[in-house]
T-cell receptor
Framework: GESVGLHLPTLSVQEGDNSIINCAYS??????FIWYKQESGKGPQFIID?????DKRQGQRVTVLLNKTVKHLSLQIAATQPGDSAVYFC???????????????FGQGTILTVHP | DTEVTQTPKHLVMGMTNKKSLKCEQH?????MYWYKQKAKKPPELMFV???????INESVPSRFSPECPNSSLLNLHLHALQPEDSALYLC?????????????FGSGTRLTVV
């Protein structure tokens, strides 16, 4: 079936660097995208989301970019900190009607390691 | 309250046991979900409830039986599980329409089948 995938399974950066995590999706019907952070022993934690009618959204230290032409999603983390070390998942939502609940499908995940 | 609470946090059960996982949220979300996550893998959707009615079953074996007794609670009843069912079981909730802030996940129940 259609799935969301990531280009890089691991990313290692120095504290203070900017991090970019990439994701490719294949389902053109997806209308809502979410980035999650998952730390060991915890559930996925919401970071930022973006709807399909947008191409960029900014949060605190994070930016999500959506390129619908090539079905690509990225998460940029500014001034990465050791506390940002975790697994990052992109997820795509295929809503029951517009941006509504439905099937949330996760990508394979990227392990981000931040060295002090 | 902006949390999804799952109990128990850890569960060890034999293949002939019957057990239940519980999930509770008080955010007024009317969509609730069960996901299964194996080690080093992404969460995989199992069931979706909307307004306390089952709306999606991702071809999950019948040894997993979900239940949504009211708008705040979601249960997953387990019976005759196999060792390969050992995983982290995650509950999530969301708004039904005009999603904002994604789906809220609990911390999960770490299930071990022996």
């Amino acid at each position: 079936g259609e799935s969301v995938g990531l280009h890089l399974p691991t990313l290692s950066v120095q504290e203070g660097d900017n991090s970019i995590i990439n994701c490719a999706y294949s389902n053109s019907a997806s209308d809502y995208f979410i980035w999650y952070k998952q730390e060991s022993g915890k559930g996925p934690q919401f970071i930022i989301d973006i709807r399909s009618n947008m191409d960029k959204r900014q949060g605190q230290r994070v930016t999500v970019l959506l390129n619908k032409t090539v079905k690509h999603l990225s998460l940029q983390i500014a001034a990465t900190q050791p506390g940002d070390s975790a697994v990052y998942f992109c997820a795509e939502n295929i809503g029951a009607g517009g941006t509504s609940y439905g099937k949330l499908t996760f990508g394979q995940g990227t392990i981000l390691t931040v060295h002090p | 309250d902006t949390e999804v609470t799952q109990t128990p946090k850890h569960l060890v059960m034999g293949m002939t046991n019957k057990k239940s996982l519980k999930c509770e949220q008080h955010m007024g979300h009317r969509a609730m979900y069960w996901y299964k996550q194996k080690a080093k893998k992404p969460p995989e959707l199992m069931f979706v409830y909307s307004y306390e009615k089952l709306s999606i079953n991702e071809s999950v074996p019948s040894r997993f039986s979900p239940e949504c007794p009211n708008s705040s609670l979601l249960n997953l009843h387990l019976h005759a599980l196999q060792p390969e069912d050992s995983a982290l079981y995650l509950c999530a909730s969301s708004q039904v329409f005009s999603l904002t802030d994604g789906y809220t996940f609990g911390s999960g129940t770490r299930l071990t089948v022996v």
